[in-house]
């Protein structure tokens, strides 16, 4: 099997997730100074994804050695509105998309006239606005989905994916481009999109009016190359399919469309799939309701790439295709919108998700549990998160934002993973 680390550093699969951070300086502590001037510092030497070190003991949620039920415990100072460096804000009106390369983080969002806009940004600065990402002309149906194509480069390559909202004979089919993270420093320079907007699939008759959410990820092997991978789900709600493109991006293209396994019986997807690499095998993580049952779950499936073979799989790498690691979220604890997961090469892999008005965080395995992120700090919260793991540069690994029911972005970061316990 290919041994290729995925874009946020590949972790052994054990079909569970676990879940915890590493430590430096937090992001939010310096919330006041960020939203004021925008930052006052040049991004930290040496920083860049962490190294491929096993991972931890397996857990059911991030918790601190000395309060283990607490949700604020594990991360670092309070939730911090995301800025950029003009304090000039858009209405944020869909969830954001957040990645990382080695000049800090770039997050997308919707604004609210359904263009895609971006901010790039690190533990001290900001770009210079919310820039647009994509021509006026180009509206949207999705969260825009994204993942580097290169993540060697000072200013990382990377690819971006949306469902089209047009009155052409795009509309509601699934667009792909690439962009180019901007030069790093003391408030550094937004993306820039280096190509223009083309199909996914030039097979006309695959539309999307309901389904089409697009989700994406990448493994890479350390000197361009690896592969990337689009999934979303039909309209039907429980069929999910792929398309995968080997890297160099440039150099290659596109599948057609490939069929994965059809959710059981009475399950439907809610919203978009997440995918992340974990050696060997892609993880896909749905939120699925089952309406007969009043019960909502996630499930996972797998995808394998190594040069000409890639299907859906199990998480072995096998063609062998199903669903699996159902957990049921009970009704106290509560699911909405789709999640996100985040891989860890110490950690192993986490899920986030919206409950309620809070993001709560779990690694569905026994005994589970689930825990608020942060909820002594009162923010609101309107739509699925967003996070990366492994990209630590001074602050703790795991790194996530959210939209706010005042549609604002928020982010916050983990604590030291010495105040941790799996």
Excluded at 2 to 24: A, E, H, L
Excluded at 72 to 94: I, M, Q, S
Excluded at 101 to 116: A, K, L
Excluded at 198 to 213: E, F, K, Q, R, S
Aim: net charge neutral.
């Amino acid at each position: 099997m290919d041994t290729n680390r995925g874009s946020r550093k590949q972790v052994p699969s054990r079909g569970f997730f676990s879940f915890g951070g590493r430590g430096g300086a937090t992001l939010a502590s310096s919330a006041a100074v960020l939203v004021a001037v925008a930052g006052c510092g040049a991004m930290p030497d040496g920083g860049g994804a962490s190294d491929d070190s096993q991972p931890g003991s397996t857990t059911s949620a991030l918790r601190c050695t000395a309060d283990p039920t607490s949700g604020d415990c594990p991360w670092k100072g309070t939730w911090a509105r995301l800025l950029p460096h003009n304090n000039v804000d858009v209405v944020h009106n869909w969830a954001p998309t957040l990645i990382a390369g080695n000049p800090g983080w770039i997050t997308f969002t919707v604004d609210s006239t359904n263009h895609y806009r971006m901010l790039q940004w690190h533990a001290n600065g900001r770009g210079p606005q919310w820039d647009f990402f994509g021509p006026s002309s180009l509206t949207w149906n999705s969260r825009l989905a994204a993942s580097l194509a290169n993540d060697t480069l000072a200013q990382p390559t990377f690819v971006v994916a949306g469902k089209a909202r047009s009155s052409d004979a795009n509309n509601n089919r699934i667009l792909v481009s690439t962009g180019t993270m901007g030069a790093s420093g003391q408030n550094p320079n937004n993306p820039t999109q280096t190509t223009a907007f083309t199909l996914l699939d030039t097979n006309a008759a695959h539309t999307y009016a309901t389904g089409g959410l697009p989700a994406l990820a990448a493994r890479h092997d350390g000197s361009g190359g690896g592969a990337m991978v689009v999934t979303y789900f039909d309209d039907n709600g429980s069929t999910i399919y792929a398309h995968h493109h080997p890297l160099p991006y440039a150099s290659n293209s596109w599948t057609g469309r490939i069929t994965g396994p059809a959710l059981p019986s009475g399950w439907k997807v809610v919203y978009a799939p997440t995918i992340a690499y974990s050696f060997p095998v892609f993880h896909i993580v749905v939120h699925a309701r089952n309406n007969s049952t009043n019960q909502d779950a996630l499930y996972e499936t797998y995808f394998y790439s190594s040069g000409s073979s890639v299907f859906f799989s199990n998480e072995t790498g096998s063609p062998v295709q199903g669903w699996k690691n159902q957990v049921v979220v009970p009704p106290s604890v509560g699911i909405n919108d789709d999640p996100w997961i985040t891989v860890s090469s110490a950690l192993g892999i986490t899920a986030y998700f919206r409950s309620g008005t809070q993001i709560k965080d779990t690694a569905y395995q026994s005994p589970i549990n689930y825990l608020p992120v942060n909820p002594s700090a009162g923010v609101s919260f309107a739509s699925a998160p967003a996070g990366t793991g492994d990209y630590a540069f001074d602050m703790g690994t795991q790194v996530i934002v959210a939209r706010t029911s005042a549609n604002q972005i928020y982010f916050h970061d983990t604590n030291n993973d010495g105040n941790l316990e799996p």
